[in-house]
């Protein structure tokens, strides 16, 4: 009667992000399940030498060599997070 389609009559709005929310816990090889302030550390400590300078994707393979499973995706939102992506022109 009012020119609506019924589908559009129920339908709720969705608010906020889509998809499931981000894990905060990375598995080690040799610790264990650890939190996000533990690979955050390791990513800064890596950082930290003089003559490295990467990006997420390569951070990601730094930190797979050093024991921890973790996707370049959780590097690239972990590093945004903190201020440590290079500049890009």
């Not at 264990?32 to 690979?39: D, F, I, L, P, Y």
């Not at 990513?43 to 730094?62: N, P, T, V, W």
């Not at 060599?65 to 997070?81: F, L, Q, S, T």
């Amino acid at each position: 009667m009012v020119g609506l389609v019924a589908s559009s009559y129920y339908r709720r709005p969705s608010f906020g992000k889509k998809g499931p929310k981000a894990s905060t816990l990375t598995y080690h090889n040799k610790q264990g399940w650890v939190v996000e302030k533990v690979v955050m550390a390791a990513i800064k400590q890596a950082l930290s030498h003089e003559f490295i300078d990467c990006g997420c994707r390569l951070m990601s393979a730094y930190l797979q060599v050093d024991g921890y499973k973790i996707n370049h995706k959780k590097v690239y939102r972990i590093m945004k997070e903190q201020g440590l992506l290079k500049l890009q022109n």
